[in-house]
Each structure stands twice: as C-alpha cells, then as structure tokens.
C-alpha cells in the first residue's frame, strides 16, 4: 500500500510521515468538532484574555499545533532534501518550495502555514 502525505510517499501506513498524520489529525478534527470541550472563543473572543492557569482547554490547541509543526517541518525537509539531490518528483509542495516568493509565500514559516491548507 502506498500512502502520500503532503507530496511524500510512505511506501506503508507504518511510514514516521503517515503515522505521523494519522495521529495528529483526528486530533486536530476532535478539537474543532467536540462541542463543550473548547469554548468558543470565535463567538466570545473575550475568552483569549483568560489566563492559561485558569483556562486549562488552551493547551490542547497548543499541543496539536506543535505536532502538526514537527510532522510539517519533517515533510517540507524531505521534499527540499529530495529537490537538492535531484530525485525531486514535481508535486506541489516542490512548486510551492521553488515558486514561493514569487507566489506571495516569502519564507520557511509562511510555506508551513499554508502547508495546514494543502
């Protein structure tokens, strides 16, 4: 079985970058769809100025954004790794590494952020 995950093969479901999305993933999908276990801070955005000792639901969000930023980072490596050598495969990620500043994506950090969207 041959799973892709942002450009990447994982020859298996076991590969570190498949395994890597499957797990953070659900995660990412139960925070934004379990009603009552985040408050909703787009409909009251007061509750961004609570402090985090007294709004203990604020780590989780964080928590998956830093997995998400490991497995993005992990991925975005690889691809650049494979364009230097030349075994790049001309998938999107390698257009949006080659095209970026020309496209309005100026930099590592903001090629990340659009990395969520892809």
């Not at 498949?18 to 909703?40: A, R």
């Not at 494979?82 to 950090?109: A, D, F, W």
């Amino acid at each position: 079985m041959l799973a892709v995950v942002y450009g990447v093969r994982g020859p298996t479901l076991q590969n570190h970058n498949v395994k890597g999305f499957m797990e953070v993933h659900p995660q990412f999908l139960d925070c934004l769809d379990v009603i009552g276990s985040m408050p909703p801070v787009d409909l009251f955005p007061f509750l961004t100025y609570i402090p985090e000792r007294f709004a203990r639901w604020k780590e989780y969000p964080k928590q998956i954004r830093r997995l998400q930023e490991k497995l993005y980072d992990r991925v975005l490596s690889t691809v650049e790794k494979k364009m230097v050598s030349g075994h790049g495969i001309g998938n999107l990620m390698e257009e949006l590494v080659t095209n970026g500043p020309s496209t309005g994506i100026p930099t590592r950090e903001h090629l990340m952020y659009v990395l969520q969207w892809v």
